[in-house]
C-alpha cells in the first residue's frame, strides 16, 4: 500500500553534511514516517520520527541538536537533515511509514524503504 524510495547517503568527511530524502508512493495520506538506521552487528535503532502534519517530531538522544527530520507533504516526501557528522553516524539509514500515531518503536512500522548507506570518515 506503500512504496518508500530513499536517496540521499554517500561519504562524508567528519563534520559534513547530508540530506536524505524518502519519497513515498501509494496510500500515503495521514502517514506518519520515521527514520532508523543500522550499523554492521548492531540491531537497527530509532533516529527520527515526524508525525502528518509535521507537529510532533522526536529524536534520538544522540542525534539531537544535529539532525533535523522535515516533510513535505505536497510532494511526499520526508527529508532528513545530518549536520556534524559523526563516524559513529556510520550505517544504513531507512525509511519507514505506518498508519498509527507516531512513534518511536521499530515494531509499529509497517513500511520500509530499501536503505541507503552513509559512511562517516574520520
Known amino acids: 500500500q506503500v512504496q518508500l524510495v530513499e536517496s540521499g547517503g554517500g561519504l562524508v568527511q567528519a563534520g559534513g553534511s547530508l540530506r536524505l530524502s524518502c519519497a513515498a508512493s501509494?496510500?500515503?495520506?495521514?502517514?506518519?514516517m520515521g527514520w532508523f538506521r543500522q550499523a554492521p552487528g548492531k540491531e537497527r535503532e530509532f533516529v527520527a520520527a515526524?508525525?502528518?502534519?509535521?507537529?510532533?517530531?522526536y529524536y534520538v538522544d544522540s542525534v539531537k541538536g544535529r539532525f533535523t527530520i522535515f516533510r513535505d507533504n505536497a510532494k511526499n516526501t520526508v527529508y532528513l537533515q545530518m549536520n556534524s557528522l559523526k563516524p559513529e553516524d556510520t550505517a544504513v539509514y531507512y525509511c519507514?511509514?505506518?498508519?498509527?500515531?507516531?512513534?518511536?518503536?521499530?515494531?509499529?512500522?509497517?513500511?520500509w524503504g530499501q536503505g541507503t548507506q552513509v559512511t562517516v570518515s574520520s
Open positions: 501509494g496510500r500515503t495520506f495521514n502517514i506518519a
Open positions: 519507514a511509514a505506518t498508519f498509527r500515531v507516531v512513534t518511536t518503536r521499530r515494531s509499529e512500522y509497517d513500511y
Open positions: 515526524i508525525s502528518w502534519s509535521g507537529s510532533r517530531i
